[in-house]
């Protein structure tokens, strides 16, 4: 009877350490958290700004050290007015969305890190400084041409970022297909407009 109950006593204590080691993955694993979103608005355009906390597992670490360039996406989606977004897209081809592409990379000669956004590039002496970059867009342009900005109040969106396998190589695609070291991306996040935008 007593080995039966130190028996219980040893699985009890072995399902509450997994269900720990996996909230603790969960808080503090590798991945894209957002920490928030907002809006501030021009005379024809919206401007967004976000911060996200990037962190790469192993397998991404590795492929980065070993020439492999990540390409990285931050998607905008407007929620609201849905009525206006659907007249602009088939009067005028207006887009609902946006996307702004970056590009980590490692400079193995020079040992730093690059953040790429077109032609230009940003050098970091450590993956926290570029990841930490990499989080942050502000004065991201939207919605250019609409009359969105001057309803401020009716305004809503959300944007999210992510790992983008579909700019790399086909092959390189291919080999990482179904490997869940090879997604990385945040939940979508709601873009809450400053306070003193959405009074005027």
Same mark, same amino acid.
């Given at each position: 009877?007593?080995s039966?109950?130190?028996?219980?006593?040893?699985?009890?204590?072995?399902?509450?350490?997994?269900?720990?080691?996996?909230?603790?993955?969960?808080? @503090?694993?590798?991945?894209?958290?957002?920490?928030?979103?907002?809006?501030?608005?021009?005379?024809n355009?919206?401007?967004?700004?976000?911060?996200?906390?990037?962190?790469?597992?192993?397998?991404?670490?590795?492929?980065?050290?070993n020439?492999?360039?990540?390409?990285?996406?931050?998607? @905008?989606?407007?929620?609201?007015p849905?009525?206006?977004?659907?007249?602009?897209?088939?009067?005028?081809?207006?887009?609902?969305?946006?996307?702004?592409g970056?590009?980590?990379?490692?400079?193995?000669?020079?040992?730093?890190?690059?953040?790429?956004l077109?032609? @230009?590039?940003?050098?970091?002496?450590?993956?926290?400084?570029?990841?930490?970059?990499?989080?942050?867009?502000?004065?991201?342009?939207?919605?250019?041409?609409?009359?969105?900005?001057?309803?401020?109040?009716? @305004?809503?969106?959300?944007?999210?970022?992510?790992?983008?396998?579909?700019?790399m190589?086909?092959?390189?695609?291919?080999?990482?297909?179904?490997?869940?070291?090879?997604?990385?991306e945040?939940?979508?996040?709601?873009?809450?407009?400053?306070?003193?935008?959405?009074?005027?």
């Amino acid at each position: 009877m007593a080995s039966t109950t130190r028996f219980s006593a040893n699985v009890l204590n072995a399902v509450f350490a997994l269900l720990l080691w996996l909230a603790a993955s969960v808080a @503090f694993g590798d991945g894209i958290r957002a920490q928030s979103a907002g809006a501030s608005y021009a005379s024809n355009r919206v401007e967004l700004s976000a911060r996200f906390v990037v962190t790469l597992n192993p397998t991404l670490e590795n492929a980065l050290a070993n020439g492999v360039s990540l390409p990285f996406v931050y998607e @905008f989606q407007l929620t609201r007015p849905r009525g206006y977004a659907m007249y602009r897209q088939v009067a005028d081809w207006f887009s609902p969305t946006a996307e702004l592409g970056y590009r980590l990379s490692y400079h193995a000669i020079s040992r730093q890190y690059r953040l790429h956004l077109g032609s @230009f590039y940003r050098s970091f002496a450590s993956l926290d400084d570029a990841l930490a970059a990499l989080g942050v867009v502000r004065g991201w342009s939207v919605l250019a041409g609409s009359s969105i900005a001057e309803d401020k109040a009716d @305004f809503a969106g959300k944007v999210r970022l992510r790992l983008d396998l579909s700019q790399m190589p086909k092959p390189f695609q291919l080999s990482t297909l179904g490997q869940n070291d090879w997604k990385l991306e945040s939940a979508w996040v709601d873009i809450v407009p400053s306070r003193d935008e959405a009074r005027e």
